[in-house]
Structures are given as structure tokens and as C-alpha cells.
């Protein structure tokens, strides 16, 4: 059985990746900027959904 050797760089690397934000997110925020509240929360439905 092979132990962990880079657990400290995946445990860091999984927090980036975690804490920097995605395509939708930006999406919802550019509409929410663009178009309104109610653009921003029909984007996180139709993403959820």
C-alpha cells in the first residue's frame, strides 16, 4: 500500500481551488450587474435547475 507523499500541496490546492470562483458564478454576477436582482436569481435557478 502506497502511502500519502504531497498531502500538504493537495490539501492546499484543493482550498484554492475551492475558494476561487467558477464560470456560473461569474455569470450570475455579471447579469446581476447587467440586468438586476431578479436576472441574478433566474440565473441560480436555471444553473441549479
Known amino acids: 500500500m502506497y502511502g ?3 498531502f500538504e500541496v ?3 490546492t484543493g ?3 475551492n475558494l ?3 464560470a456560473d ?3 450570475i454576477v455579471g447579469r ?3 440586468q438586476g ?3 441574478g436569481v433566474y440565473s441560480v ?3 441549479c435547475s
Open 10 to 12: 493537495f490539501l492546499i
Open 37 to 39: 436582482r431578479n436576472a
Open 20 to 22: 476561487i470562483p467558477g
Open 4 to 6: 500519502v507523499i504531497n
Open 15 to 17: 482550498i484554492l481551488l
Open 25 to 27: 458564478t461569474m455569470y
Open 32 to 34: 446581476s450587474i447587467a
Open 45 to 47: 435557478l436555471g444553473i
